[in-house]
């Protein structure tokens, strides 16, 4: 059967109501990176008796697919000249955005005044643009004054000019045909999105008259038991209008995600792709496919600088965009015991990040196995 734009809801909705269609596996993504029992639990997933680890992401995948669709579609190199730079993108932008020298935009430093951390304001700003915050909103986020948030924006706009247009026009596309495409065609619909947002917009003054009776009856010094039954039917009526209302910036938020995060997975997914026909070649596994990084395995004595040379080609030259995909890859006796592989072959390594409370002493062995230089 053919899925078609007209056909699209009819057929999923008949899947989801097939349990032998949706039944899902393990998602390995949601298990936590950062807190103790996550690391705990990753450190559980080891390679067969002989081989080892390599996992391989891309590197700050999603604003260079950004950048270069500001450099294809609008002409703009603003954020793609960083790329091809080589050099730090936030402190980078945080130096163009605020005209500030590097050492008040690296990480964590503030800048002169002492009043915000200039790197860190620039990516939580990279978000609030990608999500059409206001600089009201942004401010309070921040905890900085409205002048500023304003010259934020303003100054983010004048640096990085068809940012705004390139997410405006996005969602534009969505409300106009009910999808967005990836930059390889790969569509995610909206098919309800023109239905709820013209429902949202006929129920706004409704919404903002049922604020303003629900203010005058908190605004009583007592309630009586009409006006508290009262106010009980107004909380369920503004609960369901501003949800829905929510509902609308929801998916134009949505929309703009799903272009960029979804090029991004499909790009993974074509270097995974090249990945398993290599490792069916070689014998090797292809153990996981998680977030922005893939995970194979292969026998101790095959690891070798070609085989990690090969690992990266996969992931930074299976595409092509107009900026360089970058990886960071990492040789793991155990998930989450990660060795570079400078280490791994000079035999330098920092012993220290293996030592800490949260490894465990089966976890330090599997390590200490694969150190060139032995104590």
Request: charged share 30%; proline share 3%.
């Amino acid at each position: 059967m053919a899925i078609t734009d007209e056909n699209y809801l009819d057929v999923v909705k008949a899947l989801v109501a097939r349990d032998e269609y949706t039944k899902r596996g393990v998602n390995l993504q949601n298990i936590p990176a950062r807190s103790k029992s996550g690391k705990r639990v990753r450190n559980a997933f080891v390679p067969r008796e002989g081989w080892v680890f390599i996992g391989s992401d891309l590197g700050q995948i999603e604003p260079r697919i950004q950048a270069h669709i500001m450099y294809e579609k609008y002409g703009d190199g603003s954020m793609r000249q960083i790329f091809i730079d080589g050099v730090d993108l936030y402190t980078t932008m945080a130096q163009k955005v605020f005209g500030l020298a590097e050492e008040y935009c690296t990480d964590k430093a503030y800048d002169p005044t002492g009043t915000f951390q200039p790197r860190g304001m620039m990516k939580t700003g990279v978000l609030a643009k990608s999500y059409g915050q206001t600089p009201q909103a942004f401010a309070r986020k921040m905890n900085v004054s409205t002048e500023v948030a304003e010259m934020f924006f303003n100054n983010f706009d004048e640096q990085f000019p068809s940012f705004t247009q390139m997410v405006t026009d996005i969602r534009e596309g969505m409300k106009r045909n009910g999808y967005v495409e990836t930059l390889y065609g790969r569509k995610r619909r909206f098919p309800d999105y023109k239905e709820v947002a013209a429902a949202a917009e006929k129920n706004e003054q409704r919404l903002i008259r049922l604020y303003t009776e629900r203010k005058q009856l908190r605004n009583k010094k007592s309630l009586t038991q009409r006006d508290q039954e009262r106010m009980v039917k107004l909380q369920t009526e503004i609960d369901t209008l501003a949800d829905r209302r929510g509902l609308v910036g929801y998916w134009e938020r949505a929309a703009f995600n799903a272009v960029i995060q979804g090029t991004g997975a499909d790009i993974l997914k074509m270097n995974g792709n090249r990945m398993a026909r290599i490792c069916m070649e070689r014998g090797w596994e292809f153990n996981a496919s998680i977030h922005d990084e893939i995970k194979i395995s292969v026998p101790e004595d095959e690891l070798t600088p070609e085989t990690i040379a090969l690992v990266k080609d996969v992931m930074a030259n299976t595409v092509s965009l107009s900026v360089p995909l970058v990886t960071d890859t990492v040789i793991e006796p155990a998930w989450m015991l990660e060795m570079k592989p400078e280490e791994y072959f000079t035999g330098v390594v920092n012993r220290e990040d293996y030592s800490k409370e949260e490894v465990y002493e089966n976890q330090v062995a599997l390590v200490r196995k694969y150190w060139k230089g032995r104590d």
